[in-house]
């Protein structure tokens, strides 16, 4: 897309392909009351001075606050902690009561269990159109060695789950699929009988190898997103491992988009093809996606929220 004047809705989604982790921002306002946002716009900038920075919308309602605070911290969540990235998300009354804190050395909230944690001092405050850039220095900092939380295309990932999908197929034959979206609809393949675009591998990159496939099946541009369903097929134990993809804007060379309603009445080649589309469709159509582990008959699925807008 290209002009003068993008659609905001466009560029956020565009922007939300690139993977990054969460962060609660965290400080304390003038009366010392603990204020905090969830933000993933966090990057270290320098070791020497150690540097870091962090974006806050002008229009957040931490604002005032933050930007006058001598102090503040950064908060890396880690993978078990897509709660508390929602809570700080949200305008709740009390975001702190769910969660366990204590202050740091300069008096800056820092959250347990967290990934890593910066306590910083206020380097600098920079315009930079709806938003504001804020440089911290580094004054104290922790590593605790667990995994971060994941965020990319409106959806968490961890580790430790992308870890476990990969290990279960890591033997043997793996069956690679897609439930690929433009605009909406899904792309299937064939012709009365539908079924979830496929190909099979074995080592490499899962993801970059379904890619290739999918770009060469239908003449378009990919991004491979979030796991969404990984199960064994019992009949011929085969793993299949199940990605949520995007694809570009155009008419495929192969196949066909169906949207939701067309998806209803359509027939497909397997009930665990069936299962995976009404899933989700329903998922989407309330926004909030789960990652499937189980056998083409039955599973669990862990869910991977969808995080709300940054305050």
């Known amino acids: 897309m290209t002009a003068d004047v993008f659609d905001p809705r466009a560029l956020r989604d565009a ?7 969460v962060t609660v921002v965290t400080a304390s306002d003038a009366a010392g009351k603990p204020i905090g946002f969830t933000a993933n716009s966090f990057t270290s900038v320098s070791l020497d001075p150690p540097l870091l920075l962090v974006c806050l919308a002008k ?53 347990s269990d967290v990934a890593a ?16 850039i804020i440089i911290g220095r580094v004054t104290a900092f922790e590593n605790s060695g667990l995994n971060g939380l994941g965020y990319a295309r409106g959806g968490y990932f961890t580790p430790r789950l992308a870890g476990k ?21 899904v792309f299937l393949a064939g012709n009365e009988t539908l079924s979830l675009p496929n190909c099979t591998v074995e080592g490499g990159d899962p993801a970059r190898t379904l890619a290739a496939f999918l770009e060469q099946l239908t003449g378009l541009n990919v991004t491979i997103g979030f796991l969404y369903s990984v199960y064994e097929d019992k009949s011929d134990g085969r793993q299949n491992i199940v990605y949520h993809a995007l694809a570009s804007d155009g008419a495929p060379r192969q196949g066909r988009f169906l949207r939701p309603a067309e998806l209803a009445a359509a027939k497909f080649s397997s009930s665990a093809t069936a299962d995976i589309i009404n899933r989700f469709v329903l998922e989407s159509s309330i926004g ?23 305050s």
């Open 165 to 185: 999908a990969v290990s279960a197929a890591v033997e043997g034959e793996i069956r690679l699929g897609a439930v690929l979206e433009q605009q909406g609809a």
């Open 59 to 111: 229009s957040s309602r931490n604002y005032e606050s933050m930007t006058s605070a001598g102090r503040f911290a950064i908060n890396v969540l880690s993978e078990t902690q897509k709660d508390v990235s929602n809570t700080f998300a949200r305008p709740v009354e009390d975001r702190f009561a769910a969660v366990d804190w204590r202050l740091g050395r300069d008096g800056c909230p820092i959250f």
């Open 117 to 132: 944690w910066f306590e910083c001092s206020m380097q600098d405050i920079i315009e930079a159109g709806d938003h504001v």
């Open 15 to 21: 922007f939300g392909a690139f993977a990054t982790g």
């Open 288 to 310: 909030n996606f789960g990652m499937y582990f189980g056998d083409e008959t039955g599973g669990t699925v862990h869910p991977i929220a969808k995080k709300d807008a940054h």
